[in-house]
């Protein structure tokens, strides 16, 4: 029996729409698990209206009559400052080496994920992180110091969620006074008396840079133990 050009034509047609079946049932079930997986992540996010409430542990402190610190007192120890009292040289040393797109970014910034990413296949290791000051904020308060995917899914909702919700100066605030410096040191005041024995307000722009490298890894650039890199990622 001999096959007919009409048959041939159709037998193509009949596989074309097989496969744009099956490619369909493979679109909803992928669809379908990473909605599932999306709720899943955004139902376990903790809430952040308690950052409405956001006042850190603080030192506890005891003087003598002539004012002279006797002793200290502390699970993490750290002396709340106010956005509104931190020099604007403290902050724009921060912004600078941290997080450059700070006031224009959502929350996350997908420019210098880009960047960190090319860096690190040029590396063939990871060098860079690429978080903004918002998604270590929300890393702090929220999350658990893990590197998987689900984390860094979640570090990405919070800290989008988080812009929506506080100002820039608010979200400023709370990381500076968050950050661990290291040497014990919790937030930019305790950071600045622990390596230059003077309050926040009377640091120089140098001084301020160098601290701004720390909470990225403080054992690594801290200047009593690293001076040489303190210098050079500052």
Do not use: C
Request: proline share 4%; no cysteine; charged share 25%.
């Amino acid at each position: 029996m001999a096959f007919k050009t009409e048959d041939f034509f159709k037998l193509i047609k009949d596989l074309k729409l097989k496969k744009e079946f099956i490619v369909t049932i493979l679109l909803s079930i992928l669809f379908g698990l990473s909605s599932g997986l999306i709720y899943w992540l955004i139902s376990d996010l903790p809430n952040i209206k308690l950052l409405e409430e956001y006042y850190p542990l603080e030192s506890s402190k005891i003087y003598s009559t002539d004012n002279r610190l006797i002793a200290e007192f502390y699970i993490e120890r750290r002396t709340y400052i106010p956005y509104f009292q931190i020099p604007e040289h403290i902050k724009k040393a921060f912004i600078s080496v941290e997080d450059i797109r700070f006031y224009t970014h959502p929350g996350v910034d997908f420019i210098g994920i880009m960047r960190a990413l090319w860096h690190d296949i040029k590396a063939g290791e990871i060098i860079e992180g690429g978080s903004t000051i918002t998604q270590q904020l929300a890393r702090m308060l929220f999350l658990k110091p893990d590197k998987s995917i689900s984390r860094k899914i979640k570090e990405a909702i919070l800290s989008i969620k988080i812009e929506k919700n506080y100002t820039k100066e608010e979200i400023l605030g709370m990381y500076l006074n968050q950050a661990y410096f290291g040497t014990r040191a919790y937030g930019i005041e305790a950071a600045s008396q622990t390596y230059f024995g003077k309050s926040v307000n009377d640091l120089t722009l140098g001084e301020a840079a160098l601290l701004a490298a720390l909470p990225k890894a403080p054992n690594v650039y801290s200047p009593f133990k690293n001076p040489e890199k303190a210098l050079e990622r500052r």
